[in-house]
Nanobody, 115 residues
Framework: VQLVESGGGLVQPGDSLSLSCAAS????????MNWYRQAPGKQRELVAQ???????NYVDFVKGRFTISRDNGKNTVYLQMNSLSPEDTARYYC??????????WGQGTQVTVSY
């Protein structure tokens, strides 16, 4: 199983960024897909989740700004991030969960929001 994130970069406050996570080696449609992030000195935290039946869930601090989506035909999950602020600066990780025993992480992609 491999999860490969892409789309990170350096943007200014107020800008948008779209992350992608391409999965391979797994039956993608069966997995709950999550985006986490980890800022320096902080714990990794859940940002958004999309279920097998395409229901999206968000943590409060990204509601209305971030949108998670998936394309099972492309084995890819996306995170559209709008109205970015410096507080969104973190390494963003893709996470796949089949059940309590079967979980996978990507290597992450860095998002930096700064002038």
């Amino acid at each position: 199983v491999q999860l490969v994130e892409s789309g990170g970069g350096l943007v200014q406050p107020g800008d948008s960024l779209s992350l992608s996570c391409a999965a391979s080696g797994m039956n993608f449609a069966l997995y709950v897909m999550n985006w986490y992030r980890q800022a320096p000195g902080k714990q990794r935290e859940l940002v958004a989740q999309i279920t097998r039946d395409n229901k999206a869930n968000y943590v409060d601090f990204v509601k209305g700004r971030f949108t998670i989506s998936r394309d099972n035909g492309k084995n890819t999950v996306y995170l559209q991030m709008n109205s970015l602020s410096p507080e969104d600066t973190a390494r963003y990780y893709c996470h796949a969960e089949l059940d309590w025993r079967t979980k996978y992480w990507g290597q992450g992609t860095q998002v930096t929001v700064s002038y």
